[in-house]
T-cell receptor, first 109, second 113 residues
Framework: GQNIDQPTEMTATEGAIVQINCTYQ??????LFWYQQHAGEAPTFLSY????GLEEKGRFSSFLSRSKGYSYLLLKELQMKDSASYLC??????????FGQGTELSVKP | DTGVSQDPRHKITKRGQNVTFRCDPI?????LYWYRQTLGQGPEFLTY????????KSRLLSDRFSAERPKGSFSTLEIQRTEQGDSAMYLC???????????FGSGTRLTVV
């Protein structure tokens, strides 16, 4: 079967660091996407990991371990505008994305 | 490049009616995907085109659903005899063979009353 798991909700404080975890179990795995989605809007691309390790892009970093079926998204120096849903998605051969249910992040002052 | 465009943004229809949505992908992209998203869930894959060929269809895509991409550019998704359970956000995405270019449109929100 194909399964993507991530926490439903998280809360963090403005200026802090938060890590959103994602575990996956899929066939034909080719890479791992993270998207940000504000309510009523399109998912916006954040990162794509193919190889094991950490990729840093400004305040956002993403990590992948293919052997463990595990990824995380790290958000630093949190801002109020970072309040959104964060979607983890496994990319399969053929182009299909298998999404988790999303993690609703609330950033508090 | 204006990104992936979807039309309409919102559609309210009565149960039993047919609806059609349009997606215009990024012009250089040869791949086009349709997803459906319900409240509080991640998007679910529906179908995928490479140029004009429909290469994969999800089991979610019942026989009331049909998608086309006749000239390998824009695509349409039609739902016949709509049901209340079809109420959802329908998202289109496109990419070229570089997967990192996978871009979503703003979606069409369908409400069946």
């Amino acid at each position: 079967g194909q399964n993507i798991d991530q926490p439903t909700e998280m809360t963090a404080t403005e200026g802090a660091i938060v890590q959103i975890n994602c575990t996956y179990q899929t066939s034909g795995f080719n890479g791992l996407f993270w998207y940000q989605q504000h309510a009523g809007e399109a998912p916006t691309f954040l990162s794509y990991n193919v190889l094991d390790g950490l990729e840093e892009k400004g305040r956002f970093s993403s990590f992948l371990s293919r052997s463990k079926g595990y990824s995380y998204l790290l958000l630093k120096e949190l801002q109020m505008k970072d309040s959104a849903s964060y979607l983890c998605a496994a990319y399969n051969q053929g182009g299909k994305l298998i999404f988790g249910q999303g993690t609703e992040l609330s950033v508090k002052p | 490049d204006t990104g992936v465009s979807q039309d309409p943004r919102h559609k309210i229809t009565k149960r039993g009616q047919n609806v059609t949505f349009r997606c215009d992908p990024i012009s250089e992209h040869n791949r086009l995907y349709w997803y459906r998203q319900t409240l509080g869930q991640g998007p679910e894959f529906l179908t995928y085109f490479q140029n004009e060929a429909q290469l994969e269809k999800s089991r979610l895509l019942s026989d009331r659903f049909s998608a086309e991409r006749p000239k390998g550019s824009f695509s349409t998704l039609e739902i016949q005899r709509t049901e209340q359970g079809d109420s959802a956000m329908y998202l289109c995405a496109s990419s070229d063979d570089r997967v990192a270019g996978y871009t979503f449109g703003s979606g069409t929100r369908l409400t069946v009353v």
